[in-house]
């Protein structure tokens, strides 16, 4: 599904991904763990397309698509969730579901999978977003994440600032749709809460990878680099 070699970026001068190499491979789970300031982000935006690649190369499904517009992108099957409550706030739940019928798809349609997905949006679609709990609002962006069925699935810390029920909730949909087909790309701060669900990953420091490979090695690299032996 996806191939870096040799991926930089960075912010003006500041260097933030070093030679990056990886594989993503079709279907799965694929966990990105790490600390604050690993680069896992800027990860997630340069594959979307959000940020420019410095050097290297970015590959989907065989093409490269290193310097690819984001909506291009997104038009084939590549969808991110950022970090925090990727929601319009001032827009009613329905309104914000109406947004994804520009991939193409009738709202008809739309709504129903969103609805099934998450009950506890439909008796509240009137309602403005950005009233609505954290745990509803994460609802929300990865709700509209299911509509689309992606092909490529980004998520930037799906369980930030979020009560344990919900996360599970959130991975459990997460796990529905890569059992449907979708490839996820799971970046997470709190490696415990996706290394059960994953099927392999990589851990990053200081914007290296620095090991990949199942979870039980990844367990093994995080305790050492950066968990101690907890």
Do not use: W
Not at 148 to 158: I, N, Q, R, V, Y
Request: charged share 15%; aromatic share 4%.
């Amino acid at each position: 599904m996806l191939e870096l070699t040799g991926l930089t970026a960075a912010y003006g001068a500041i260097e933030v991904l070093h030679g990056i190499d990886l594989t993503v491979p079709k279907g799965g789970l694929f966990a990105v763990l790490g600390p604050n300031g690993a680069g896992k982000s800027t990860l997630l935006r340069v594959i979307a397309g959000l940020h420019a690649v410095g050097g290297g190369s970015v590959t989907v499904n065989g093409e490269s698509v290193s310097g690819t517009q984001p909506f291009a992108l997104a038009r084939r099957g590549v969808c991110l969730l950022p970090e925090g409550r990727g929601v319009f706030p001032n827009l009613t739940i329905a309104e914000n579901i109406r947004l994804v019928t520009h991939l193409g798809g009738s709202l008809s349609e739309i709504e129903a999978r969103v609805y099934d997905t998450f009950p506890v949006l439909a008796t509240r679609r009137r309602q403005l977003a950005g009233t609505l709990s954290g745990g509803e609002q994460q609802m929300l962006a990865l709700a509209r994440a299911v509509a689309t069925e992606p092909e490529f699935l980004l998520l930037d810390e799906l369980s930030t600032g979020l009560a344990p029920r919900i996360v599970e909730m959130l991975y459990g949909q997460v796990v529905a749709m890569v059992s449907r087909g979708t490839t996820v790309l799971a970046v997470e701060q709190f490696a415990r809460t996706v290394l059960e669900i994953a099927h392999t990953g990589a851990v990053m420091v200081t914007g290296r990878v620095v090991a990949a490979g199942p979870p039980a090695d990844l367990n093994e690299a995080l305790a050492g680099l950066y968990l101690g032996a907890a």
